[in-house]
């Protein structure tokens, strides 16, 4: 499939909606005996392409908002992790235990355990005959995210002093958001399902070799251009109709 603009989908369908309505102006005239191009074929083509491109829009749609409710509901995460951190330290609770906290909110977080070194420190210590080797720290992925939320919340019900007053600190109320971003999450992943269907019907319908309307438009102008010339008028009226991937 050609590399097209969502913008340019839509546009290739327009001009092949041009094209049928002229070439069904031609009448009589109008006679291929390939049947792939004959009228009520590309009548079909055209509702077709017309009924993927409207199913792409309804599933770009659930999938947008989707997306957006969940980066709204993990949005405060940063913030509210942070408060969980502080109220354990306040409880009394171990240092391990603060440790293992603090290494999972700094993963929540996106944050590294170490600074990263500066371009100066990497050269000062590769003069030095060091080898310089930083792997990726961030986990920030929503799965990841989710999990190491999971494990927070799994360490938080293990120490008895973490007894917060505070709803939305405490194991339960962390409880009810982690299932909330969840399924937020999930939706998402459910939504990308139809999303991926449609545009391959999308590809299918435009583009496929042969069948697309982007090559049946190109048969289309060279039947018309067999029959009429291409100095003629009915000629022109569609030459200039170009669907982005045909020749």
Known sequence: ????????????????????VNVSGLGAAYNPSRGSIQLSALNNLLGNAKAVISNLNQAESVNKNATSAREEAFEP????????????????SSSSTDDQA????RKLQGRRATPKMT????????AEGKTVKESSS???????????FDKLIKLLTTVPEYAPNE??????GLTTLYNDLS?????????????????????????????????????????VKSVFGAS???YKAISGLVLKGSN
Request: aromatic content about 4%.
């Open 1 to 20: 499939m050609s590399n097209v603009s969502e913008t340019g989908h839509a546009k290739n369908v327009a001009n092949f909606e041009k094209l049928v």
């Open 77 to 92: 995460l940063s913030k509210l992790i942070t408060r969980v951190g502080n109220s354990l330290k306040a409880s009394g």
């Open 102 to 105: 603090t290494t999972l909110i």
């Open 119 to 126: 371009d100066e420190e990497k050269q000062a210590a590769e």
């Open 138 to 148: 961030s986990q920030m992925s929503f799965d990841n995210r989710l999990d190491n």
């Open 167 to 172: 709803t939305e600190l405490s194991v339960a």
């Open 183 to 223: 399924s937020k999450n999930l939706d998402v992943i459910n939504a990308s399902v139809p999303l991926t269907t449609a545009r391959i019907a999308r590809d299918q319908a435009l583009y496929s070799p042969l069948t697309g309307i982007v090559d049946i438009s190109v048969d289309v102008k060279m039947y």
């Open 232 to 234: 003629a008028p009915q």
